[in-house]
């Protein structure tokens, strides 16, 4: 299991000295960074989509041609997995309702999976809160109509429990059998933070079953911590993460 860090351009020095494998940065910077980056172990992506990108409605952009310029820039610098968060670019449109705009947005996922399989890179999408969106909030539904397309996913923790939060409270921690319905397969790829989007502690009951869940499923692949950590407490950040996980 690697254990990585979603970081500003600005952080990545410091994430790498904290012991971290490798950072998780911006796709949508990676073209105007990219000579800055060489050698740096950009194993992942985020924020797929650049600002004011849409994805539906009049006058929306187009996405494969998008995907055809990012991709090669991604594989030269040694990404192997790119999320699709952007909770902005696929908000549903005027009069769209959510559940059509989910599967065209599904749609669209898979056919840059394909594009980006081509680069031995992988697109895995992400639930988001409806804080952000109103498309593709539930991780089960969301995973499952992506696996339906061939496609992968990423498990990301803080957004399925603040989901969880807007329906239960802040008191209420999901069971493994919660999670279980919540990863119904195994992810290509993990966001771990706690439910305050905070760096996540050995003993916190929330994640204590999606922890046990990507066990049962046999994930061991890359783990990359999105929460918030200034530079001095990335090492601690980093401990807290692995002793969840017992390594």
């Known amino acids: 299991m690697r254990f990585g860090l979603c970081c500003s351009y600005e952080d990545v020095t410091g994430a790498l000295d904290a012991g971290f494998d490798y950072v998780e940065l911006a796709a949508s910077r990676l073209r105007e960074q990219t000579s800055e980056l060489s050698g740096v172990p950009v194993e992942a992506t985020n924020l797929f989509f650049p600002s004011g990108f849409q994805l539906f409605g009049p006058g929306a952009d187009d996405a494969p041609a998008y995907g055809s310029k990012l991709f090669p820039i991604a594989a030269s610098l040694g ?3 790119m999320v699709i968060g952007s909770g902005a670019a696929r908000r549903a449109a005027a009069e769209q309702k959510a559940d059509l705009a989910q599967s065209e947005f599904c749609r669209i996922a898979s056919e840059l999976s394909k594009m980006a399989s081509e680069y031995g890179i992988v697109v895995a ?9 109103d498309v593709g909030n539930r991780l089960s539904s969301l995973a499952r109509e992506l696996a339906s397309l061939g496609t992968a996913y990423t498990a990301d923790s803080y957004h399925v429990l603040a989901e969880w939060r807007s329906d239960h409270g802040t008191d ?7 999670w279980a319905v919540e990863l ?11 439910a305050e989007r905070q760096a996540p502690q050995p003993g916190d009951a929330s994640l204590a079953g999606f922890v046990q ?3 049962e499923l046999g994930y061991d692949g890359r783990v990359s911590l999105e929460c ?8 601690q950040a980093l401990r807290g993460a692995k002793s969840l996980f017992g390594c």
């Open 79 to 81: 990404v192997r997995t």
């Open 125 to 133: 999408p992400e639930s988001l809160n409806a804080t952000e969106t």
């Open 172 to 178: 209420w921690h999901p069971s493994s059998v919660d």
């Open 184 to 194: 119904p397969t195994r992810p290509a790829h993990v966001h771990l933070a706690s």
């Open 213 to 215: 869940r990507l066990a």
């Open 228 to 235: 918030s950590v200034k530079e001095a407490g990335m090492a």
